[in-house]
């Protein structure tokens, strides 16, 4: 078998790979549960040093402090792990929002020439339709004999008047 994806019924539903802020961050949390582990047991470890110190405790605030120490290290260590852990993932992710960047901008682009062999064929069709009626308004030869016969009726209309 080969080391491809499997195919998926959602391959096809755009939905289903459109994420909102909210959906990245839960499934960052799930891909890497260590590292918001490890920011909270820093945030504990730094609260309780905190709160030592201001009592006056030294020794807990030493204990606490290197608490914190360990915390930020496995945070650390957790960070790269999953780093190395999850690259192949990521890069298949990024691979597939290129795609669908590139698929958007090609339908962007298919609309836009749509649009424009629409307004071509509109610009078309009106310049037909004004050759047309330019057509109709050109002298035929029936409007030819009506223009002869009103030239020589204006002037039987200018002498009757002088008589």
């Not at 539903?13 to 959906?23: I, M, S």
């Not at 047991?41 to 402090?65: C, E």
């Amino acid at each position: 078998m080969s080391g491809g994806r499997l195919p998926s019924s959602f391959d096809h539903d755009p939905e289903f790979f459109d994420e909102n802020w909210w959906q990245i961050v839960t499934r960052r949390l799930r891909e890497e549960p260590l590292i918001p582990l490890g920011c909270g047991l820093t945030f504990w470890a730094f609260y309780g040093a905190t709160r030592a110190v201001r009592i006056g405790d030294s020794n807990r605030a030493q204990i606490m402090f290197r608490r914190r120490l360990y915390a930020q290290s496995f945070t650390l260590i957790a960070a790269v792990a999953g780093s190395v852990y999850f690259k192949t993932d990521r890069t298949r992710r990024k691979e597939y929002n290129v795609k669908i960047a590139n698929q958007k901008a090609q339908e962007k682009r298919d609309a836009w020439i749509r649009e424009l062999e629409a307004r071509d064929q509109d610009d078309k069709d009106w310049k037909a339709k004004m050759d047309a009626l330019a057509g109709m308004k050109k002298p035929s030869a029936d409007l030819k004999v009506t223009a002869a016969v009103a030239e020589k009726a204006t002037p039987m209309k200018e002498e009757d008047a002088v008589d």
